[in-house]
């Protein structure tokens, strides 16, 4: 009787560094301080994260050749979503799904869940085999999803709640500060290793309305017309960026931010301004070597803030409020049509945006 079953090539380079047998219990001891399921060394083949994978279908260990399988149907069980491809840059984020009737499947994997054990996946392929003799083809197999380190959960350090005008150089700004000085918002998060190279980064996509309003008419000064944009000049944020260079050890990545905006003198005739800012804030590893894409640390962070400001004989706040840091319970990947140009009417950069190891 023949015997069906599936095959996966996957990059060569990445079986020395995924999961040694100390990786896996360095993994199943977190998991079990967190309740989570363990998974034993000698566990069904590790897929990582954000790498692509190629499965197809064998008879007798032999791979089918794409022009012997018709109608490919594949199923994928386990929480996890599975990308064809997934592309960042300045211009544009986009990630393409996975066509799960191509033959062979090209398949990358995410976790839907901010999970630290291995997670289960079920591979399943169903189609038409016509080669000698024909028939139909079911083949199941059971692999496992990682990713090259666990994360804390995001927390901030800092979140400024009140709007204030401040002088930057001779310039008015509208920004939120604390009980200090600082204005902005400060999140970090913690990234336990399982390899020795790859990076983690901070990016931030925001939904900016600011307009001026006159005579009861609002004419638009700033809008990404509902859309989270990237809002950056780099890709990634180089600042946020830090190099993944020993296993088994911790390390801190920081995004800082302090956006507002410019109360210039041409706005002064103005009823009122009007400034509504929402961020989305998220925290990736990635590892070009090895062809591993982005792959989310845990779940994103929204924030975001709102002022309303008029002139008369003298720059005034009068509306405001603001959106503390909350976890967005979503694991998908973000997409954005492009970048914002014009940063200075947003607000700038923080200079102490910042990674480091601890």
């Known amino acids: 009787m023949d015997s069906f079953g599936l095959s996966v090539q996957k990059n060569k380079s990445s079986e020395k560094r995924l999961l040694s047998d100390d990786a896996i219990l360095r993994r199943n001891a977190r998991a079990q301080a967190e309740g989570a399921a363990l998974v034993q060394a000698t566990a069904n083949e590790t897929l990582e994260a954000g790498e692509v ?3 197809i279908g064998t008879i007798n260990g032999v791979p089918i050749p794409p022009g012997e399988m018709q109608d490919p149907a594949w199923t994928v069980l386990g929480n996890t979503y599975l990308f064809d491809a997934i592309a960042y840059a300045v211009a544009a984020g986009t990630t393409n799904p996975a066509n799960m009737n191509a033959y062979p499947l090209n398949m990358i994997p995410e976790m839907a869940l901010p999970l630290h054990a291995l997670i289960p996946i079920t591979v399943q392929l169903r189609g038409t085999y016509t080669g000698d003799p024909p028939g139909p083809f079911f083949a199941s197999s ?8 666990y994360a804390y959960p995001t927390t901030f350090e800092y979140f400024g ?3 204030t005008i401040q002088d930057e150089d001779g310039e008015l700004w509208v920004k939120f500060a ?3 000085d600082d204005s902005g918002i400060t999140l970090f998060t913690k990234f336990h290793s399982f390899t020795n190279s790859g990076r983690i980064y901070a990016i931030n996509l925001v939904n900016v309305n600011y307009y001026f309003f006159y005579n009861g008419r609002a004419t638009q000064i700033l809008t990404t017309n509902g859309n989270y944009y990237f809002d950056g000049n780099a890709y990634p944020y180089p600042d946020t960026q830090v190099d993944v ?13 302090d956006p507002g905006f410019l109360l210039a003198d041409s706005l002064k005739k103005c009823d009122y301004l009007d400034w509504r800012f929402s961020a989305q ?12 894409r982005p792959v989310l640390l845990g779940f994103p962070t929204s924030w975001g803030y709102y002022a309303r400001a008029a002139y008369d ?3 005034a706040i009068t509306d405001q409020a603001a959106t503390p840091p909350a976890v967005i319970q979503s694991m998908v990947l973000p997409q954005w049509p492009h970048n914002i140009v014009g ?3 947003i607000g700038r950069p923080a200079a102490n945006r910042k990674g480091r190891r601890k």
């Open 178 to 180: 604390g009980d200090h």
């Open 53 to 55: 994978s190629q499965f």
């Open 142 to 149: 059971d692999f496992q999803v990682g990713k090259a380190g």
């Open 313 to 315: 004989d003298g720059w």
């Open 245 to 257: 260079t020993q296993d088994d050890v911790e390390y801190t990545v920081e995004f800082d931010d």
């Open 343 to 345: 940063q200075e009417s």
């Open 161 to 163: 709640a009140h709007a």
């Open 281 to 292: 804030t998220y925290f990736f590893y990635d590892n070009a070597a090895y062809g591993v």
